[in-house]
């Protein structure tokens, strides 16, 4: 059984995955991937590239919407999973290794990850004692000479 620190890091795995497959580093991420799980067996790192390009192509096929999010979902518990149970199959001293290499994949996968923007039109608006609350990088344009 896996502790809790462990499975962060699988679900980090998983969802590192699932961000990286529509994105220009994911050949770079998919081949960490596959080294990550074939140990040094070239067989079955090429057993895992193809576990890859499949996961790849059915989020790709998902296209967007709650169909996609569902497809999603599932394509992450997936690769969850099977971190987890490479984890929990390996002696400490390895599984710090990979925990490290599955680390480096993870912050690769976030630095590829597109920046998301958020726009809000509030210019037909009237605010009366009113607050606004937010957390991030806010852009905010007050219009009152309009």
Known sequence: MLVEGLIAVAAAGGSAVVQAAGTDS??????GFARLFGRGEP????AELER??????VLEAAGEGE???RVQIAQLARWQTRLETLLEE???AEQ???VAELQALVAQAEAAKPVETVHNDFSQASFTNSQVLGSGTMTVTNN???
């Open 67 to 69: 169909g996609a999010q």
């Open 90 to 92: 390996l002696p400490a």
């Open 144 to 146: 009152y000479d309009k």
């Open 26 to 31: 994911w050949n770079g991420i998919r081949d």
């Open 96 to 98: 710090q290794l990979v």
């Open 43 to 46: 067989g079955r790192e090429q």
């Open 52 to 57: 890859l390009d499949q996961t790849r192509s």
